[in-house]
């Protein structure tokens, strides 16, 4: 098993809640992270057909066969559960007595907030960050197959080729997740729009156009979006909208949690083509601001990431709200770092008289201070995101240490 950064995170919130849940997109690994975390727990999966008939026709009985609490993987396919699970551990508040898993946040979040609102403890469990395939001994050897391959654990694990790992992971989502959550009865346009998303990773989300491209009603495109929201499949990162004199651009952009997954489903088919893909850019900064995010659930905080552009296209690719002080971040994909690249921190510090550094993350390597701007190369960056350093602002030095 690849250790995982949120292990921490869950035993912590096992020791403080009657319930565990995990979270997170299919195949990302919350299985094997929770029955390595609490191997003296039964294990229940509730995608046995057979299995789930018990819960959902006798939940009673069900949960009797485990008085001293479980594993319960897949519990959003039994969503009745929560309600008896609610009665047992008010009965009993005894500390990590279940430990539920879910793939879907809409289905699992509702259930929650009805029946175990103040006794659950939540965390959520992204694909690898890139410091933990480091970690592993497993690379990423270069940036661009890094981005090509993104973090799906069984990608690092099985001899399955990627092609046809992610040809089966989505055939599967659309098969399940997605007839699941709402009445999709057309997948082909779904895949389509899929696909759509993907090629719009990291730019500013227009439904209008989305949904005319994709030859459905806006309205449609808002209900699937939300549903690849729900299966962790895209993120939307929104604008910051102090004031700073300037008119603001109101509309939130558009990520995938995994650039792998975005490459596959643009058509890119080896590193090489990724290299100089014109999408290349957009999967770099795709991957940087999905980094960040990991680094905040893996510590089992909400997302605190912005970006900042005002209508004459000026933009900050991201910004992190700490205690209210915003961290300015821009993100860029090559390898050389030009004076260009600072342009519009400058602008944006001259804009909001921030006296924060401003950093920079680029495609090449190294650590060091230019023109008062924090300069960061993506290996360093998993450095940041790992190990002891996981709590603080990556890239930003802290008071009294220095550059």
Not at 299 to 323: C, H, P
Not at 333 to 349: A, H, I
Request: glycine residues 8%.
């Amino acid at each position: 098993m690849i250790p995982r950064a949120l292990t921490s995170t869950i035993q912590r919130l096992a020791k403080g809640f009657p319930v565990v849940v995990l979270t997170g997109p299919r195949q990302s690994g919350k299985t094997t992270l929770v029955r390595h975390v609490f191997p003296e727990k039964p294990y229940v999966s509730l995608e046995s057909p057979d299995t789930r008939l018990f819960a959902t026709t006798d939940p009673n009985g069900f949960l009797a066969a485990h008085p001293d609490g479980a594993i319960l993987d897949e519990v959003q396919r039994a969503p009745e559960l929560l309600s008896y699970i609610q009665v047992l551990v008010d009965e009993k508040r005894e500390p990590g007595r279940y430990i539920l898993t879910g793939s879907q946040n809409f289905a699992l979040n509702r259930q929650i907030s009805q029946s175990l609102a103040g006794r659950a403890g939540i965390a959520r469990l992204l694909p690898l960050s890139g410091a933990e395939i480091a970690d592993a001994g497993l690379g990423p050897a270069e940036i661009d197959r890094w981005l090509f391959t993104g973090g799906y654990p069984a990608l690092y694990s099985t001899p399955a080729t990627r092609l046809d790992w992610f040809s089966s992971y989505v055939s599967t989502y659309l098969e399940r997740d997605v007839r699941d959550l709402t009445a999709v009865h057309d997948l082909v346009t779904f895949q389509r729009f899929l696909r759509l998303c993907a090629a719009r990773t990291g730019q500013l989300l227009n439904l209008t156009s989305l949904a005319a491209d994709c030859g459905i009603a806006q309205s449609t495109a808002t209900a699937w979006l939300g549903i690849l929201e729900a299966g962790y499949i895209v993120f939307r990162l929104a604008p910051h909208f102090a004031n700073f004199g300037k008119r603001l651009i109101k509309s939130p952009k558009l990520y995938f949690h995994d650039t792998g997954l975005a490459a596959f489903l643009m058509g890119i088919q080896t590193p090489d083509q990724l290299s100089t893909h014109p999408a290349r850019g957009a999967l770099f900064e795709t991957m940087v601001v999905s980094e960040y995010l990991r680094a905040r659930f893996n510590r089992g905080e909400d997302s605190n990431l912005y970006f900042w552009r005002d209508s004459s296209g000026n933009e900050v690719d991201l910004m992190l709200d700490q205690a209210g002080i915003l961290h300015p971040i821009e993100i860029k994909s090559g390898q050389t770092v030009v004076p260009d690249m600072f342009r519009t921190l400058k602008k944006w510090q001259a804009i909001s008289k921030s006296t924060a550094q401003p950093a920079l993350v680029f495609g090449g390597q190294g650590r060091y201070v230019r023109e008062g701007i924090q300069v960061t190369g993506w290996r360093e960056m998993l450095e940041d995101h790992n190990g002891d350093k996981a709590g603080t602002i990556p890239f930003i030095p802290s008071p009294g240490t220095g550059s």
